[in-house]
């Protein structure tokens, strides 16, 4: 059953809402649920709880995995050159970053540092992007082998991935500050439509973006693109 609680002459969902929405589609017209009593605070803290659980347990999968990856490294004898070892480490940081952030946001309830994950993310979905471009490019100069290719990938895209956990936690602690927008909604249009966030994405970016070899010894940043940006070009929002 779905528990809900009693608000405004009637009823708030606490938990259950997907399975709500499912009900709904598929014509219910009852469902079984449990009436709580508890307080505004109790439900903003079940619901933050709840929805959260589900992506700290991926987060921890990904790590998994990352793990598995570098046993393969070890026992493989792999390595990476030296431009890919600068392009990981970038990425590397910027999702520590945005793990620690999560978690402190997440404890302690937050706002203001979970309003800093999102830009955050939006870099990490760059720098993945970007690494691959490059792993690419070094490929088709004959700079790398495929099987290197193939740990890489795998690194590169539980990274990421665990950076989406991340913006999904912090996405769950805004909304309940800010409870008239939807998760979604409400971060497509920070995304899009926020000059704060432009600012945060762009000092970010300049920390974070990955430094490619320009000549010898020089290396220049590679340009970034914000939410606003790519919708503006017809691209679609991650």
Do not use: W
Request: one cysteine or more; glycine letters at 4%; aromatic letters at 6%.
């Amino acid at each position: 059953p779905i528990s809900i609680r009693r608000l405004n002459g009637g009823y708030e969902v606490v938990t259950g809402e997907r399975r709500l929405r499912a009900a709904r589609m598929a014509g219910l017209q009852t469902i079984p649920a449990v009436l709580l009593r508890i307080s505004d605070s109790d439900s903003a803290e079940v619901s933050k709880l709840l929805k959260a659980i589900g992506d700290f347990e991926r987060i921890s999968d990904h790590a998994v995995n990352i793990l598995e990856s570098a046993d393969e490294i070890r026992e493989k004898g792999i390595v990476f050159s030296e431009r890919a070892k600068v392009e990981l480490e970038s990425l590397c940081l910027a999702t520590n970053e945005i793990v620690d952030l999560s978690y402190s946001a997440f404890a302690k309830n937050n706002a203001e540092q979970a309003n800093l994950v999102e830009p955050l993310e939006q870099v990490v979905d760059n720098l993945q992007d970007q690494l691959k471009a490059l792993h690419i490019s070094r490929l088709q100069n004959n700079e790398c082998t495929i099987e290197l290719g193939f740990v890489l990938n795998d690194l590169i895209n539980n990274l990421e991935r665990v950076a989406d956990h991340c913006s999904n936690i912090a996405g769950c602690i805004l909304e309940i500050a800010h409870r008239e927008f939807g998760m979604h909604q409400y971060l497509q249009s920070v995304k899009t439509d926020s000059a704060e966030f432009a600012a945060q994405f762009a000092a970010v970016a300049e920390k974070y973006l990955p430094l490619q070899k320009n000549g010898k010894d020089d290396y220049i940043i590679i340009i970034a693109k914000t939410p606003a940006e790519l919708v503006k070009e017809g691209s679609s929002l991650h």
